[in-house]
Nanobody
């Protein structure tokens, strides 16, 4: 079992920044791919960013490239998502997730946090 707890969501104006954090406990954190996903009202959950066991292997959705950065600290069992140049369409609940596989598919992620709301205002 892996337990995940997100923090750092909130309300910010378009163009601003937020940093989300995810704290993990349970099995060996460094063995897992850590991903961030988001779900807006009425939409399916979608992939945002992931890294595979370390920051040397990361992957981003096209719509966040150049704006978001995923980073992890295997010593502290945390993974962060730095979000810059936020847009109205970034409004969603953001979830941290863990998978033993190198994947961007939500169905491959067995462990999920409870989610944190990110709201972008104009």
């Amino acid at each position: 079992q892996v337990q995940l707890v997100e923090s750092g969501g909130g309300l910010v104006q378009a163009g601003g920044s937020l940093r989300l954090s995810c704290a993990a406990s349970g099995r060996t954190f460094s063995n897992y791919s850590m991903g961030w996903f988001r779900q807006a009202p009425g939409k399916e959950r979608e992939f945002v960013a992931m890294n595979w066991r370390s920051d040397t292997m990361t992957f981003y959705a096209d719509f966040v490239k150049g704006r978001f950065t995923i980073s992890r600290d295997n010593a502290k069992n945390t993974v962060d998502l730095q979000m810059n140049s936020l847009k109205l369409e970034d409004t969603a609940v953001y979830y941290c997730a863990a998978s033993p596989r190198y994947s961007i598919k939500p169905s491959d992620y067995a462990y999920w946090g409870q989610g944190t709301q990110v709201t972008i205002s104009s």
